[in-house]
């Protein structure tokens, strides 16, 4: 043991190769201060703890955004309908109320708050969500952007990937099959999202005052729309389908819709075409609407230069602008107007798939 203490260097020596070090790392740190230029050594610095940072940490992160490509985010929805049901012990808050005002002693409905961490555990792996938000640069229509961040390990992300998530679209998909209760959406100008509302109507097609006949020719086409996914995909067509509801007020329309709504236990979006202030607006409601819904337009004639058949004779020159400008809508949407040039009636798009 003395043996080997003797062989050590001595506290002078070791302060000595210290120093030598030190005068050695700021020589060569003023070499590349005046040698390299600045932006090279921030790309060298970023890289290198990239680098470490890899190396050293083992997780990885998933993020998803409310919104894709233009659309709503299907993994994101699904995702909102299934953490509630993954409420464990380990969460430390949660966002709860009632839409019941004819059922106060309704247990109340669970949400997830942001920045609220919920635990998942899935085929052995540890998984953590949050909810997070932030607000859209956009100076002139700034918007509330919301997203999901899923952490796991690396070692796990192609499991994640192939499993967890598909995972997460069956068990969605069965919770809103059997959701209690509907919501029917208008359309806020103001802050561009859609508002919802509970839809409570009692309308069903049992209540429905129409022949027997053709109330089940409405059910079987509903459920042949319903099951013949394949069969649009097939023949490379949109999933969706359209109906056209004319007639008087008090004629029966509003309850038809609320009947196929419950029947099918489908959300309402109920748009009214003034809002749209362009073409491009008008898209972007269209596309903000979720998938297994209906889509409202009611007096679709009022939008257009067919208004001038149930308007007065002198109308104002600012309906008549906007008259003008929602009959040149993009294609996307060109079902809706090569209809009311013959017609004057609202409009009901059932849709399986946003469009």
């Not at 953590?128 to 859209?136: E, F, K």
């Not at 919770?175 to 309308?203: C, G, M």
């Not at 209540?207 to 109330?215: H, Q, R, W, Y």
Request: proline share 5%.
């Amino acid at each position: 043991m003395s043996l080997l203490l003797e062989q050590l260097p001595s506290f002078t020596t070791l302060l000595s190769m210290y120093a030598s070090f030190s005068a050695m790392a700021m020589l060569i740190r003023t070499i590349l201060n005046e040698m390299v230029p600045k932006r090279i050594q921030n790309y060298i610095s970023t890289k290198f703890l990239d680098l470490a940072s890899s190396c050293l940490s083992s997780d990885f992160t998933f993020i998803i955004e409310e919104r894709w490509q233009a659309v709503l985010n299907e993994t994101f929805r699904a995702v909102e309908a299934y953490l509630p049901t993954r409420i464990g012990p380990s969460t430390d808050s949660l966002l709860i109320g009632s839409n019941e005002p004819l059922n106060p002693r309704a247990p109340p409905k669970q949400r997830i708050p942001f920045d609220c961490k919920i635990v998942d555990e899935f085929h052995g792996m540890r998984l953590g969500w949050t909810l997070h938000n932030s607000v859209d640069s956009n100076k002139y229509f700034p918007r509330e952007k919301r997203y999901f961040r899923l952490n796991c390990k690396k070692g796990d992300r192609d499991r994640v990937l192939q499993c967890y998530f598909p995972h997460i679209a069956t068990t969605a998909q069965r919770i809103l099959n059997q959701r209690e209760t509907l919501n029917i959406y208008t359309y806020d100008q103001e802050s561009s999202v859609w508002e919802p509302t509970v839809f409570k109507h009692p309308a069903t097609f049992e209540t429905l005052a129409m022949e027997p006949e053709v109330k089940q020719l409405i059910k079987d086409d509903l459920d042949s729309f319903v099951e013949r996914k394949d069969f649009f995909e097939g023949v490379g067509r949109a999933w969706k389908r359209g109906y056209l509801l004319y007639g008087p007020p008090g004629t029966g329309k509003s309850s038809l819709v609320a009947a196929i709504a419950n029947y099918l236990r489908y959300n309402i979006y109920d748009l009214q075409l003034q809002t749209a202030r362009s073409d491009a607006d008008l898209r972007h409601i269209l596309t903000s609407t979720t998938n297994r819904s209906i889509l409202l337009i009611e007096d679709i004639d009022c939008g257009t230069k067919v208004s001038h058949d149930r308007a007065k004779d002198q109308e104002d020159n600012d309906e008549q602008q906007n008259s003008n400008r929602l009959s040149s809508t993009d294609p996307g949407v060109i079902i809706i107007y090569t209809m009311i040039s013959s017609a004057s009636f609202p409009f009901l798009y059932l849709s399986n798939k946003s469009s």
